[in-house]
């Protein structure tokens, strides 16, 4: 009798398990965990001042609390400082859940992988670089005409337009290296990853995009004319993301966007003299 069934391969030539997209809702989840989570210890951070300013004035029994989160809202670098403190701590445990729930995505060039791999070629640097200094000049013509001459607020202006230099430049520092890293893994890399076999990829950059738009509008005080402006970021960011095999084209494009905007607004909190 012969035996008609196929041979088996040995095990270590079989090819390892397709990894599977994450979930939209964890996508979704992770992002909306990074904005509590910043909230969260901020309020942490202005609250132990607090306690503390509280606790030397004890004896001023009627003095209330309230005075004294007053107060500590109007000392210079403050609210700089418990922000730089809740994103860092925001940042380093977002990585983190990303990493430990998704590891073997993590390095993987097309999605569902993340992207924190290296670029094909040395190309990609010159696109994000391009895409990452044009498009503020872009994006801001766009907005003036739909804002009709209205002045566009941005709460950093607010949080560190008495701050210390050095509480400003910290700031700066993380707008253009964590902050753009942190949203890119989350949008370009997990929330991209989540919708691109679902929706497919003219929906799913549509929708990272308004969703990284959205979470931005509290940030300049929910003046909704900045929404085109950042959702063509969004989609320009997603195209490098797809067009290099890696997440990093898109976060130095983010960077330097971020770097452009954060120069006008240094020199005006600083002018010349």
Known sequence: ???????????????????HAPPVWAAAGLVGLYLVLQAAFAGLVLGTVALIQWSGHAA???????????????????LAAATIVS????????VWLAYR??????????PPGFGVTRPTHLRWLI???LIGGLLPLLGSVLTQLLAHGHEIPQDIEQLTRNAPLVWR???AVLAVSLGPLVEELLFRGLLLSALLPRCGTPLAALLSAAGFAVIHLPGLQWQWYALPQLILLGVALVWLRLRYQSLWPAVVAHGTHNAL???AWFFA???PG
Not at 101 to 110: E, F, I, M, N
């Open 1 to 19: 009798m012969t035996n008609d069934a196929l041979p088996i391969q040995p095990p270590s030539t079989l090819s390892p398990p397709l990894a």
């Open 60 to 78: 001023d029994v009627a003095t209330p609390i309230g005075n004294f989160m007053t107060s500590v809202l109007r000392q210079p670098g403050t």
């Open 87 to 94: 994103v860092c701590c925001a940042a380093l445990l977002v």
């Open 101 to 110: 729930y998704w590891p073997r995505l993590w390095a993987g060039a097309a």
């Open 127 to 129: 696109a994000a670089l």
């Open 169 to 171: 430049l910290v700031l």
């Open 261 to 263: 905007a954060l120069t």
């Open 269 to 271: 909190l600083t002018p």
